[in-house]
């Protein structure tokens, strides 16, 4: 048995419909994220695009979603383990982590705190149906992302007779009498009658909605090298909610086309080693952050010198940035599988050589990859003689989240002198596991000045 990710995406061909939400070409963009993630990740990913009901009035999307997922997945034959209900108005980021390892095997679900006018207005609206209980609203949920397994199956079947045995007061009460919400507010009720035990603590970053009016769309324009985002950033599900409807496909697709090569396995980032996994490479987010940063044309026209090179996955990231990268590496076996990685490139110049050897002549270079030796005075030797040997380069350096003097303590003195002027820090931050155990104690990296 598998987890499940439930993506329903019916479309709703009544013009008042498509008027209302500008068409669902966002369907596809929250596809394609969703698709990729479940098969990094050895999840189903299961399609629900045509309704068990074909009366959409009356049986509306927000709630075929809910009502019919056991039974869809019964009928398809699909064992399952953990079940995540996910709107189509979602997409995931490429390198999430599985929230499915989160769960505690209980209902999963994130409090809605957006509009907490709205929350007491559909509340107070729904109480005439639900009779005297009082609502908790501590742990009223968003029903747009929710994740359940099979002990969950009794509450859905409830939920589901429910509704079809009172759909003409739901429907009143959507359209005519509350006008907040659908599914959301009666599934709330009903979860805490029955007394569902759920697990509502996991982080917001899965569930990142009304981002427009939390400013999330926004960066931090005082780091001029990095215009991402805050919820690409820092969010690991994107909710395109909160806003117009008619907005949602524009914003969606701008995501997409800005992100699109990520959630490509052709792609060279998602084909190179990271760290979790080889501690002496760099990390995803390391190799992301050089390729964003350099990836403009007039780095073309530049060499880098990669001191340190061990078996090329950051290499091969240099090679689609620089003119000319030449990568250096004394271990011979290590150099056999970097050419092995840059094998499809032709700008790479490989260098067998102990960089510490009196006879190693430094090449002169415009930028260069400092990660041969780790002490401090290898560290503090090597940032010397690049300045010496090349005048101004642009100075990268891993390793700076290490604890121990070497590079950091390195690297900070060099600053404290004036030789070095930090550019933006790159790569994983603090707390980062690598494949060794050891955890960051700063950011992985940075890119210094002269």
Request: proline share 3%.
């Amino acid at each position: 048995m598998k987890n499940v990710v439930w993506w329903p995406a019916i479309k709703n061909n009544d013009p008042i419909a498509v008027e209302k939400y500008g068409g669902f070409d966002y369907f596809e963009y929250s596809r394609q994220t969703w698709k990729y993630w479940c098969k990094q990740n050895d999840v189903l990913f299961v399609e629900f695009t045509e309704p068990v009901e074909p009366d959409l009035y009356r049986y509306r999307v927000n709630w075929q979603k809910a009502l019919f997922v056991f039974d869809e997945l019964e009928r398809r034959n699909i064992k399952y383990d953990q079940i995540a209900l996910i709107d189509s108005t979602a997409m995931i980021k490429w390198n999430a982590p599985n929230f499915f390892e989160l769960t505690d095997r209980k209902f999963v679900a994130w409090r809605d705190l957006d509009n907490m006018r709205w929350t007491h207005d559909s509340i107070t609206g729904y109480k005439e149906f639900f009779g005297d209980f009082k609502l908790d609203t501590t742990k009223y949920i968003n029903s747009g992302f929710m994740i359940f397994n099979e002990l969950h199956r009794d509450f859905f079947d409830n939920l589901k007779k429910m509704y079809i045995d009172n759909k003409n007061d739901f429907i009143r009460l959507q359209d005519r009498d509350v006008r907040k919400g659908n599914d959301q507010t009666p599934i709330n009720y009903l979860l805490q009658i029955n007394e569902i035990d759920m697990k509502l603590d996991l982080p917001i970053t899965y569930n990142l909605t009304h981002m427009g009016r939390k400013e999330l769309f926004s960066h931090n324009w005082q780091l001029k090298t990095d215009p991402t985002p805050f919820f690409i950033k820092y969010g690991n599900v994107w909710r395109f909610t909160g806003m117009p409807k008619d907005q949602r496909s524009d914003l969606m697709k701008q995501t997409w086309e800005l992100l699109k090569h990520h959630y490509d396995k052709t792609f060279i980032i998602n084909k190179v080693q990271n760290k979790n996994k080889d501690k002496s490479t760099t990390s995803s987010k390391f190799k992301e952050d050089i390729y964003r940063t350099f990836r403009e044309q007039k780095y073309k026209n530049m060499t880098l010198l990669e001191l340190g090179c061990h078996q090329g996955n950051t290499t091969r990231i240099y090679a689609e940035c620089f003119g000319k990268v030449i990568a250096v590496e004394r271990d011979e076996s290590n150099l056999m599988k970097a050419k092995e990685m840059c094998k499809d490139v032709n700008n790479v110049e490989f260098i067998c050589a102990d960089v510490y050897d009196r006879d190693f002549k430094l090449p002169k270079a415009d930028a260069v990859h400092i990660d041969a030796g780790h002490t401090y005075e290898q560290v503090i030797y090597d940032i010397d003689r690049c300045i010496e040997t090349m005048g101004n380069p642009i100075i990268i350096m891993d390793d700076y989240g290490h604890e121990g003097k070497t590079v950091r303590n390195a690297i900070n003195d060099k600053m404290t002198e004036g030789k070095l002027q930090l550019f933006t820090h790159i790569g994983e931050d603090r707390g980062y596991v690598a494949s060794n155990d050891k955890v960051f104690i700063g950011r992985e990296g940075l890119i210094c000045n002269v």
